[in-house]
């Protein structure tokens, strides 16, 4: 037990990196979406770029704890050279891809004048980069000698995650920048991908559970951890139930709230509402840290490398 924690302590900027950043690429996308949608004027614009700053940091700080792992950043050429052949070297050079990407995106935005045209093909190709990206961090798992992250549920969960976080926050940032995701069918939309993507969670979870039972080597057995494993399902499966129920909330209440003061505005009530909007993506990201704890707690070898 002590030997299959230490390895969850030992990956902590491994257990930020895919809980951040994958939420946060999929959080951009949601929040840029109303840049491309119709011309807005340089004001709108600026309002839509000062709260799409929050997936794009949260993207950002992901890549850059993940970097502590190199141990030394001459390191760094080695996994430049392995990409192609390597996953971990691959999951590398598409984190850097969306993240200049969106960089320049967003930096490119600020300009005063703007050509729709080709924002929305800078923005497609955004979209390969960010489906690029997170399919990479689920992919850099698919290693023979560890039974546990060899395993078909390891991209699905990492997908799931993605989208349940992702959809919270990006619909939240656009919410705060008031641009245009405070509609009936705008909240429809968010509160349905949530709820399919925490029923998905849940299925792929429980799968990659069953998938586990029996796994050992000559030192430890997997089931060690199972009640770590399990105490996290439970308690990612609540902080996301409590994040869709409190969309939920808030989307019934939406009528009949006074947001006649602009985000950018002071008092109280604008504070409040930065909380109410940021609360469940939050409770979401916390769930998904301990899954992604839980699951580094579960790295064992077999075969020669024990």
């Known amino acids: 037990m002590e030997y299959l924690l230490a390895n969850g302590f030992h990956e902590i900027t491994l257990v930020l990196f895919t809980t951040l950043a994958p939420l946060g690429a999929v959080a951009f996308l949601v929040a840029a979406a109303p840049l491309v949608r119709e011309p807005l004027s340089l004001e709108r614009r600026m309002v ?71 924002m929305r093909a800078w923005y497609a190709e955004l979209v390969v980069a960010a489906v690029l990206f997170v399919a990479a961090v689920g992919l850099a798992y698919g290693v023979d000698t560890i039974p546990a992250w060899n395993l078909p549920t390891v991209p699905l969960s990492i997908w799931a995650n993605a989208v349940l976080g992702g959809t919270c926050l990006g619909a939240a940032t656009g919410r705060l920048a008031r641009a245009g995701f405070d509609g009936a069918r705008a909240r429809a939309v968010e509160l349905g991908a949530m709820a399919v993507a925490l029923a998905a969670n849940g299925a792929v979870y429980l799968a990659h559970r069953m998938l586990m039972q029996g796994m050992r080597n000559a030192i430890v057995h997997v089931e060690a951890v199972m009640p770590l494993f399990d105490a996290s399902l439970l308690a990612f499966l609540l902080l996301s139930a409590g994040a869709v129920g409190a969309r939920v909330l808030q989307r019934r209440a939406a009528q009949a709230c006074d947001r006649r003061s602009g985000p950018t505005g002071e008092g109280v009530a604008v504070r409040l509402m930065v909380v109410a909007e940021l609360a469940p993506p939050a409770a979401i990201a916390v769930g998904v840290f301990l899954m992604r704890f839980s699951f580094y707690c579960t790295h064992f070898t077999v075969g020669l490398a024990v």
Request: no cysteine.
């Open 48 to 118: 839509v770029l000062k709260w799409l700053s929050i997936p794009l940091v949260a993207a950002s700080v992901g890549l850059v704890v993940s970097a502590t792992h190199l141990g030394n950043p001459a390191n760094a050429l080695y996994v430049v050279a392995g990409i192609g052949r390597s996953p971990l070297s691959n999951e590398v050079a598409a984190a850097i891809l969306f993240l200049v990407s969106a960089g320049t995106f967003w930096l490119a935005s600020f300009g005063q004048r703007q050509s729709l045209p080709l």
